[in-house]
């Protein structure tokens, strides 16, 4: 009985140990687009969008452009151009907040060095079990 018992919980444990939560997926996300190196955030902010499955707002300078259905790539284009205004070697995080509101949530970085800083706010929806990106908006 006992061995059984442990077979259990055993069990029990490892199911947990694979369920993600959606507060740890945000956080992943958070470390996604905050990586050290421009290219690799900017990979892990576009991990996250999917035109096709949710359509996409980016607000930068000023503009709001809306992208949708096949206009993946020109959204990506975008999205490279609006966060690649900071390239700084030394950038750090130098804040950050994370708000989930039932199947919405919200995630401003705020990245900079001695010389800049960018806040970047994410608008994110859950669809099919994971988080994507609604909106970009630079400030």
């Known amino acids: 009985m006992l061995i059984f018992v442990l077979s259990l919980s055993g069990v ?28 690799d955030r900017l990979d892990g902010a576009l991990g996250y ?3 096709s499955a949710l ?7 000023g503009a709001t452009q809306e992208f949708a259905g096949d206009e993946q790539s020109e959204l990506a284009d975008s999205i ?11 950038q750090n995080l130098l804040q950050h907040s994370e708000r989930i509101d039932g199947e919405r949530a919200s995630v ?8 800049y800083e960018q806040t970047v706010i994410y608008d994110l929806m859950r669809r ?8 970009v908006r630079t400030l």
């Open 108 to 115: 401003t970085t705020r990245l900079g060095d001695s010389g």
């Open 12 to 39: 029990a444990v490892a199911a947990d140990a694979l369920v993600v939560t959606e507060r740890e997926q945000l956080e992943a996300f958070l470390d996604d687009v905050t990586r050290p190196r421009l290219d």
């Open 49 to 51: 969008i999917d035109a």
């Open 55 to 61: 359509p996409c707002r980016l607000q930068h300078a």
């Open 128 to 135: 099919e079990g994971r988080w994507l990106v609604r909106s």
């Open 80 to 90: 490279r151009a609006a966060l690649s205004v900071f390239d700084g070697a030394e």
